[in-house]
């Protein structure tokens, strides 16, 4: 049983570096058998998973934040290794979603124990996501975000993100499909998710599973600007559910259309990605968990 670390060096500010020496002694402890990758660039991750689809590693490990994992998820999928999650990143929301724990050494303790569940991902027009796609408001917030998360807490990056993006946002009018159902919506955002988390620690989709098969949809309305300021520290918590503006629906396939632009936000990256057509993919991938 073999393990391969996928690690990016500048995850969570540099954290994913510091994490190298303790991966040596908690694998040597634990007498396992371990390679360590380092990625130099976007991109990396993606292609070393890819790559080890036909060498002789069991476990696949991200060793960064959701960023990382979403790589390493799209390079590995289809072939037989478990993954493994270390969080080192600045937001780790699908870590979060698994309680693996933020304490490293105790992260690494779990993957040498190697109980796993096999847990569903997501499909965007044939490429994977792990925790969630979102679009509108959304997508433009991850953008800002992005832009100074290198500098701050991804909590602060984000609050500052909604603040720049507010200023820009129009609602959007767009047909969500779900399970052939169709809903005409005039939105501020939509959450696809197959995780609880986004933005680092927000409850998005409280009720999410990520074996159910199925996705938690969360539609904002149109609403005013203030009130969705008011509305958007209520995430943290999950409970922006209760404002009557916040329908949650549960569905497998969902297909967005717009006649407006649309950017993807995709486990935190941004794509733009037309049609949109997300499906959950059943129990797709096997991961290492306490
Ligand atoms: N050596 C590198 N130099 C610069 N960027 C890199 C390098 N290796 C990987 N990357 C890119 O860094 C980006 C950010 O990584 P990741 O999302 O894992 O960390 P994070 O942003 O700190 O965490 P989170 O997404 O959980 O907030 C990814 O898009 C990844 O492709």
Redesign the pocket.
Known sequence: MSYLFIV??????GNGSKIIPIIKEVMDTYKCTYEIKI???????KLFAEEAKTKNFSIIVSV??????H?VVNGMVGGLQKLGVIPA?????FARTLNISFNLREALEILAKKKSIPVDIGRLNGKHFVNFCSIGLDALIAQEANKI?KYFS?TYSYVIGVIKALGKFKSLKVDLIIDGIKYNEEIMLIAVCNGAYYG?GMKIAPNAEVFDGQFDICVVRKMSKLKLLFLFPTIFKGEHVKYKEVKMYRGKDVQIFSAENMNVNAD??IIDNRPIKFEAVNKKIEVIVP
């Open positions: 990016n060096p500048v995850a969570g500010k990625t130099e660039k976007i991109g990396d991750a960064g934040g959701d960023g990382t994992l790589e990143g600045t937001g780790n929301d998360k991804s680092g935190g990256e």
